[in-house]
Structure formats: structure tokens, C-alpha cells
């Protein structure tokens, strides 16, 4: 239709949409004019199948002028099978925008009935097609990167869940950590993060890696998407795994390493937690929030978060603690402590030289330091 035949076809549309206003009493509150509010009201039958075919036909000569109007350079290709025969692949935004609905818990249809509608829709497929299990993990392969065990899980949101949670540890308690010390000051004490970037998220290393001062933790990647894709692995959990919300557990265990910005730091530093949120704060942030209105009844890192205490705890590892907190705080209270040993040293050395040897001294064994006396008095905490 031409320009006059549209204008004609909105007036009369126009027309007919007036038949739609009524007016709304006093005693309604709305939130447009108190005296006048847009409804929609029956139309009378003769109307009706007018008033529609005249719609259809206003939206149908739209349709060129919309699709042209988000027409731009650098989408002219994509209509061309050519150069872009899959137009999900062409458009990576769209591909993560898809990937992300499809984990959306509330988005979630049962995979048997996926798994059903597949087999119908291969019945007219000439080619061998894989199974549409082995799609989905193929479609999720970025969130299994230990290549886990494929069982058929619940909905797409569950199989994520099975690939971030293959592997973790096993002991169980029937009370939540109460308490655990947070990175930085476990740091102080002499522990040392290794990142272990093979292994499945949620395998954090324990039992003789205590014994060696290191903890190996599986990086983090803190993006974006991070909190939506956490929040909903997080309440499928709450719903559907009563005891065994590993998820949960992780998460839980991770805010307590992480209390202030000063500990996202360190882990930012050790590379255990990749940030590309930018600030260290809002990565503390973000692990804070996750765990509001969560409902933490066990804790299968209970053994583990038992053993980082007990390590902190520990007389020698205390007093480290204690030294690098206050003597090594940073490098110039560092540099400031060794010149004082060294000047507390000094005078007793110069004595040593025009003292006569003593001959009983000469067979102690191993006489003590006089820098290591200060060290051990001086450097534990009163």
C-alpha cells in the first residue's frame, strides 16, 4: 500500500480504538490521568474482524521499514547463507544471550521431554545425528573442563551444575562453619595459595597440602555473568539437592576467605580467583551477596575449614602471624627491624673480637645467636 492507503488504514484504526476508552471512576487509583484511562473493552462483533484485518495489514506494510530501520553495515552479511551459514555462530552476543536463558532456572523444561522431542524431530534428519545429550554437553563444554562422567541430568541448569560439582570432597557434618579465618590473615601465618587450574571447580585440595603451607584452589572466574550463573545453580540446589548443595558449600566457604577487599587482593594476586569486574572490592562484594537468604545446613568443607583453623592456630604459625603483621608489615617497617638487629648485633660482636678465648667455650656445640634471641623474644606476641 502506498503512503495515503497506510495514513487511511492508522485513521481508521484511530477511529476504532476510540470505541476502547472509557472512563475510569474517581474512586480507582491509577497511575495515569485520574480522570481518563486507556482500556480494553470488547468491540462490537461487526468491528471486530475488521478492526483486525485492518491491524494485520498496518503491521505488514510496517515490517520493511522496521527491518530497515535496524539495517547497518555490518549486518548486510548476514542474510547470506553463503558467508554466514549459521546465524546463531555469526552473532556471538546472540549465542551467550541464548546459553544464558537456557540456564535460567525458571526457563527449565524436563530433559526427558527434550531428549523426546529430539528423537522426533531426528526421524527427518538423513544423517547420523549425535544424541541430544551428547549436544547439550558439547553446547556447555565452557562450564565442564575436566570432561566429567555424562549422566542425564534434571534440565540444561542441572547439567551445568553436574560439570561445576563433579568432584568435591566428601566428609559431611550436620552443622555449617561457624567460623574460618579469611585469606589475608591465613597468608600472615604462612599458608600459600596455588591456583590448580585442571581441576573441577570445586575441588579445593586438602588433607598433607596443609602440611606444606599451600592450598590448592581451582581459579574463579569473576565476570559479569558470574553471580547469575552462581544464583541459579545455587537455587536448583535449595530445591531439588537437600544435603547435597555442593554449590552452595563452595560458595559459602569462598565468603569466608573473602571478607574484605584486602583478601580478594591476595586471591586476585595468587590468580586463585580471575577478576574481570574490575575493582577488587566489588569482587568481595559480589561474594558477599551471593550468599544473602541462603540456608546452609552442612558443609561438606567442614574437615577442611577445621584443618585451616587448627593451622592458624598453631603456636609457630601464631607467631609468624604476629611477626609479618607488626615487624614486616610492609618493606620500610621490614627494612626498619633488620637494621635494628643488626644494630642490636653489633656491639656484641665487637666485644667477641678482644675477648680471650675461653677454653670452655671452645667445645660448646652450637651456642645460641644473639640475633635469634631477639628474634624469638622479641617478635612473640605479649
Known sequence: MGDDK???TSTEIEILCKD????????????????ICFCMFRLPKEKLETFRKELVSAIKDCEVRTRNYYQDEAFKNFDDPKV????????????AAIQRDLILLEN?????????????????????????????CQYFKDHNKINSDRKEPLNFTDLVRSFLSSKHPKSYFDVPIK????????HQAGLKFKPSPNECLLDIIAGSSIKKTELRVPPLEIDDNTEFLLRNLMALEQCYYPRQEY?????KFLDFLVDIREDANLLIKKKVIVNRLGESAAVAELIDKLCLEIVEVTSCYNDLAKELNDYYDGWWNQSWAYMRRVYFKNVWIGTGTVVALIALDAPHTSRSRVTPTCPV???????????????VGGFLPG
Open 6 to 8: 497506510l495514513a487511511s
Open 108 to 136: 527449565q523444561l524436563p530433559f526427558s521431554i527434550l531428549v523426546e522431542l529430539y528423537s522426533v524431530a531426528t526421524k527427518y534428519i538423513e544423517t547420523d545425528c549425535s544424541s541430544f545429550l551428547e549436544l547439550s
Open 84 to 95: 554466514f551459514p549459521n546465524k546463531i555462530r555469526s552473532k556471538p552476543w546472540l549465542k
Open 179 to 186: 567460623n574460618l579465618h579469611r585469606a589475608t590473615r591465613l
Open 20 to 35: 476502547l476508552v472509557i472512563e475510569v471512576p474517581d474512586n480507582i487509583e491509577t497511575t495515569m490521568r485520574k480522570e
Open 361 to 375: 667455650r671452645q667445645h660448646c656445640v652450637n651456642p645460641t645467636p644473639p640475633v635469634m634471641g631477639v628474634l
Open 247 to 251: 554449590i552452595c558449600h563452595y560458595v
